[in-house]
């Protein structure tokens, strides 16, 4: 279900994410949370990227944190 090139390439992004947006990795992962409920990952993506202007793979990155955050949850 990867849909990053590497976990360092993942971390990689995330670390440059407050820098490059203005905001920290937690904030994008509530605004996922609050966004619409999409399904397929490409679809939150693209919501995503046009929602709030961000990169493809800025974007990408967050989706994917938040997919695993939320994957991780669902275990405890």
Known sequence: MSHVLSEETHRNML????????????????????????????????WLRHEHDLAYGHAKAIIHEYDLRRAARKFL
């Open 15 to 46: 670390a440059r994410i407050p820098e490059c947006t203005g905001r920290e990795v937690a904030d994008w992962l509530r605004t996922v949370d609050e966004g619409p409920s999409l399904f397929r990952f490409e679809e939150k993506v693209s």
